[in-house]
Nanobody
């Protein structure tokens, strides 16, 4: 069974940092690209960042470039999203997802989803 579990969310003040983790199991993790997505109340799910199966290729939404860093540890079947300089507009439920193939920012391209983790940034 494919499982993706996001964790590491919480309440943080603007300017603070958090590191999200996405633990995966039930599939050949190192063959899959992983994406981080977020959904704020009343808004559509949007791509935040994604990473190729080797980790060589990464993409970021313009809104997080220079503040967020995605990485993966294939030995641990885990992808991380390090978030710095958090802003209130980063408040959302963050999800990780997996797809076989290229790392893409479109959530419709992803096959497997886990439960999200809530990030709340206070002003």
């Amino acid at each position: 069974e494919v499982q993706l579990q996001a964790s590491g969310g919480g309440l943080v003040q603007a300017g603070g940092s958090l590191r999200l983790s996405c633990a995966a199991s039930g599939f050949a993790f190192d063959d899959y690209a992983i994406g981080w997505f977020r959904q704020a109340p009343g808004k559509e799910r949007e791509g935040v960042s994604c990473i190729s199966h080797t980790g060589d290729t990464t993409h970021y939404a313009d809104s997080v470039k220079g503040r967020f860093t995605i990485s993966r540890d294939n030995a641990k079947n885990t992808v991380y999203l390090q978030m710095y300089s958090l802003k209130p507009e980063d408040t959302a439920v963050y999800y990780c997802s997996a797809r076989w193939g290229l790392a893409l920012m479109d959530p419709e391209s992803y096959d497997h989803w886990g439960q999200g983790t809530l990030v709340t940034v206070s002003s």
